[in-house]
């Protein structure tokens, strides 16, 4: 099945999706890798929403352009890094959908069933297309304490895809029916 989302999505939205699906999403992105995450654990509160935005595995390649960031590449990053962090922040910001590549592991799947969220893949080396898709960069937060691929970038997007649902909030695994 293929399906165009708003972020932010509804819980039943979530729940219709499953493995195999694709997706385009439409609404707010923000980028996290290792240290963003870390950083987003750590703070008693942070300046944007988590739960109004989906979560995007991306440290973008930037310019500036007449005062206005613009994007100049924004791949997927391996996921799996973010393996020990993302548990905790589906439980602490109800995110609904996390975009990478490579997939995560089974504390993740557990979170994405617990807290009806799904993982979506993005093809790496797409990082030119990726980029076309994203409309406006609306705010970059902690680039000086973390650096320009490690800051939280919030992108609006359309129709940002193709996505492939990888993990859904099933339980089900497309990298499990790889191995298998």
């Known amino acids: 099945m ?10 039943d939205e979530i729940k219709k999706l499953k493995v195999g699906d694709i997706i385009y999403i439409s609404g707010k992105l923000f980028t996290a890798r290792d240290e963003a995450h870390h950083m987003i654990l750590e703070k008693d509160s942070i300046p944007f929403d988590p739960s109004e935005m989906g979560l995007y595995h991306c440290g973008p390649l930037m310019k500036k352009n007449n005062g206005k960031w613009q994007v100049v590449s924004a791949g997927p990053t391996t996921s799996s890094r973010m393996e020990l962090f993302e548990d905790r922040l589906l439980e602490k910001y109800a995110i609904k959908i996390v975009i990478g590549k ?3 592991g089974k504390n993740t799947q557990k979170a994405l069933q617990k807290y009806i969220c799904v993982y979506a ?3 790496g080396g797409a990082g030119a297309l990726a980029a076309d898709k994203i409309e406006e960069v609306e705010k970059v937060y902690w680039l000086d304490e973390l650096s320009m691929p490690e800051a939280v970038w919030i992108f609006k997007v359309k129709e940002f895809g193709p996505l492939v649902v990888a993990m859904d909030t099933h339980g089900n695994s497309i990298y499990d029916k790889i191995r298998k």
């Not at 293929?2 to 932010?8: A, G, T, V």
Request: glycine content about 12%.
């Open 2 to 11: 293929e399906y165009h989302l708003n972020i932010p999505v509804e819980d």
């Open 102 to 104: 490579g997939g995560m």
């Open 121 to 123: 893949s993005y093809t």
